[in-house]
């Protein structure tokens, strides 16, 4: 098994490619190591010193490392982890709920705006964030105001590109197909507003 590695507008954060499907639908985030428990795979690299979060794609997986860790002395631990993960036949999530991000499946009762918001985040937006080893994640519309809340994820979050991102890229793109869009707006996990803020204390 060769794993290969592409690094990411994020510094700290690189994508590993192990020639294998990892996600089959959707993605899945990991922010701490709380989180991972379900996982496996993400548990186990979690065990590694220096890694803060882990995120897991259609063919790869990003993995973000602390400052204070050097990638040298992390990429063969990580290699590891993900061989014996293949090597071990063991599933990539422990309950299959868990797997498949939902967020922009269209639903019934979605009025049309939701729908087209979706389509275009689903078809346009998703793929380009994911070729920098995130994604993004669908959070609701208010008519009212016109704002669409959206949450970047793996080596998009935190990263100082995403915002830029957020704002011209998609928000351009939606306010432009969907008429009733007037902004977007991330919105941030209380773990995310917590490293948010010792970030700027730094």
């Known amino acids: 098994m060769f794993i290969q590695t592409q690094p990411t507008p994020n510094p700290s954060s690189l994508m590993f490619y192990a020639g294998k499907p990892v ?46 860790s050097s990638w040298e002395l992390l990429k063969p631990e990580i290699f590891a982890a993900i061989m014996d993960f293949y090597s071990s036949g063991q599933p990539l999530f422990l309950d299959s709920k868990a797997a ?7 639903q019934e009762d979605d009025s049309e705006t939701v729908a087209m918001i979706k389509e275009l985040l689903e078809t346009r937006i998703r793929p380009a964030v994911q070729d920098d080893g ?65 970030g700027q204390m730094e």
């Open 134 to 198: 995130g994604d993004i994640e669908y959070r609701g519309f208010d008519p009212d105001t016109g704002i669409v809340k959206l949450k970047m994820q793996g080596a998009c979050s935190g990263c100082p590109s995403s915002s830029v991102t957020l704002k011209s890229g998609i928000e351009n793109m939606l306010m432009h197909y969907v008429p009733e869009v007037k902004g977007v707006e991330q919105e941030l996990d209380a773990e995310d507003e917590a490293e948010a803020l010792s």
């Open 23 to 68: 996600m089959e639908v959707g993605s899945a985030d990991f922010p701490n190591a709380r989180s991972a428990m379900n996982s496996p795979l993400a548990k186990s690299i979690f065990g590694i010193d220096g890694i803060t979060r882990v995120f897991f794609g259609s063919d790869f997986v990003t993995v973000t490392k602390s400052d204070d």
């Open 100 to 106: 498949a991000a939902m967020d922009t499946a269209i």
